[in-house]
């Protein structure tokens, strides 16, 4: 059983991905903190309140708001085209008595961190912001964790806010650059890989055949919510009737690293200059100015293998 968090701003991919934890038998969520991106922290808690509630786990799941805003005090939010005026593609779930936690979310992350020693698995789907200020306030942190799963970046392929950024490293620049160079075991899961893995029509209309009757509720979830997704893939990428798989994939990894192969490389994160802002800083000269400890940069998966896993979690009796 691994035990992560999983830091998100909670859209509608994201929810896939939390849906997805939450029913996972390998997996056991131990909270679910949240920052700006999608949408604002607070409504990211408040959708991942209410996945909670449409999950029906069985067992409590605390949700921490986190980042408003990146660590320089810029907020960007997601164009409402993408994930919908609430982050969910506008699908109305219903409301839980849940409440968020009343403490940071960096503090929340330090504190599962010493009381996992060394089993905790950190599941980033957004900024990296959380996880900058808690490295911030614990230095130690990265002896703490004992693996860092980030959807973020892009290497060998263009980016989706820039032609050289993703949209997760762009948003924090500085953060992300102050992870990447911490020394965690980190594993990369950028578009190199989500790009080239795709929901389509075909796992929606199996998920709705084979969905086990206890999972009903989330497949009904997903099937509107991602009806909204398809409609800006068709309108930014000419895909018709499909979507990329970004967040689904870190969770899937941080289940299983097997559905990857990686690339390991010292890396950073441009934050000085805004033409290149979010591009990811490699230096593979032999004596290289990038010293610090590697990450691993998943390269290639095995899509059809990912897919199967990410629907089979809701499919049964």
């Known amino acids: 059983m691994r035990r992560i968090i999983i830091d998100a701003d909670t859209g509608i991919d994201d929810s896939i991905a939390i849906l997805y934890a939450l029913t996972s038998e390998n997996l056991h969520v131990e909270g679910i903190t949240t920052c700006f991106g999608n949408s604002g922290a607070g409504q990211s808690a408040e959708n991942s309140i209410r996945l909670i509630k449409l999950s029906a786990c069985g067992y409590d799941v605390p949700v921490v708001m986190g980042a ?5 005090g810029e907020y960007q939010s997601a164009p409402k085209h993408i994930h919908g005026e609430n982050g969910i593609g506008n ?3 219903p409301e839980s008595e849940q409440k968020p936690l009343d403490m940071a979310a960096e503090d929340f992350i330090i504190k599962k961190a010493d ?3 060394g089993e905790l698995i950190l599941v980033t789907t957004g900024r990296l912001t959380n996880l900058a200020k808690a490295l911030m306030k614990e230095p130690k942190l990265p002896c703490k964790i ?7 970046g892009c290497l060998d392929t263009h980016g989706n806010v820039t032609p050289y950024a993703e949209a997760n490293i762009y948003g924090d620049p500085r953060a992300a650059d102050m992870v990447l160079r911490a020394g965690f075991n980190m594993i990369l899961v950028g578009l190199d890989v989500t790009t080239k893995t795709f929901i389509t029509a075909k796992e929606l209309s199996d998920l709705d055949a084979y969905c086990a009757e206890k999972n009903r509720p989330m497949a009904d979830y997903m099937q509107k919510a991602l009806k909204h997704y398809f409609g800006f893939h068709s309108l930014t990428e000419g895909m018709t009737g499909c ?3 970004h967040d689904p994939l870190a969770v899937l990894i941080a289940e299983d690293a097997s559905l990857g192969e990686y690339k390991m490389l010292s890396l950073g994160a441009e934050y000085k200059s805004e033409d290149f802002r979010g591009m990811l800083l490699r230096d593979g000269r032999y004596q290289s100015t990038i010293t610090h ?3 691993a940069v998943c390269t290639r998966v095995d899509p059809a293998r990912a897919i199967r896993r990410l629907f089979g ?3 049964g009796k």
């Open 293 to 295: 400890h590697e990450v």
């Open 115 to 117: 009381e996992l020693d």
């Open 146 to 152: 004992k693996k860092v799963v980030s959807m973020g």
């Open 313 to 315: 979690a809701f499919q």
């Open 91 to 93: 699908v109305e779930l």
């Open 68 to 72: 408003e805003c990146s660590l320089e």
């Open 243 to 245: 979507c990329f798989v």
